[in-house]
Nanobody
Framework: QVRVVESGGGLVQAGGSLRLSCAAS????????MGWFRQAPGKERDFVAA????????YYTDSVKGRFTISRDNAENTVYLQMNSLKPEDTAVYYC?????????????????WGQGTQVTVSS
């Protein structure tokens, strides 16, 4: 069992930056692939970024490539999402998720444990 808790959301102007954190419990954290998803009002929860168990591989949805960076610290059981050059269309609830795989995963149903989400609002 892995419990994940997101933090770091907030209100920021377009062009600004935020760093989201995801604190995970459980001794098996370092063996899990981790992902970030987001859900805007009235829309489905979409994939944003993923990182494999060791941090050696990452993947991003096209709309955030070059602006967002996912990273992890296995010693601290924490995953981060650094978000730069934020746009109003990045406004959403951001969710952290853990999947019982070592390699990258991109689909919601491949993740087993989810946090409650943190709101990110980007004003124009």
């Amino acid at each position: 069992q892995v419990r994940v808790v997101e933090s770091g959301g907030g209100l920021v102007q377009a062009g600004g930056s935020l760093r989201l954190s995801c604190a995970a419990s459980g001794r098996t954290f370092s063996t899990y692939t981790m992902g970030w998803f987001r859900q805007a009002p009235g829309k489905e929860r979409d994939f944003v970024a993923a990182i494999n168990w060791s941090g050696s591989s990452t993947y991003y949805t096209d709309s955030v490539k070059g602006r967002f960076t996912i990273s992890r610290d296995n010693a601290e059981n924490t995953v981060y999402l650094q978000m730069n050059s934020l746009k109003p269309e990045d406004t959403a609830v951001y969710y952290c998720a853990a999947g019982r795989y070592r390699d990258l995963r991109f689909k919601r149903d491949e993740y087993d444990y989810w946090g409650q989400g943190t709101q990110v609002t980007v004003s124009s």
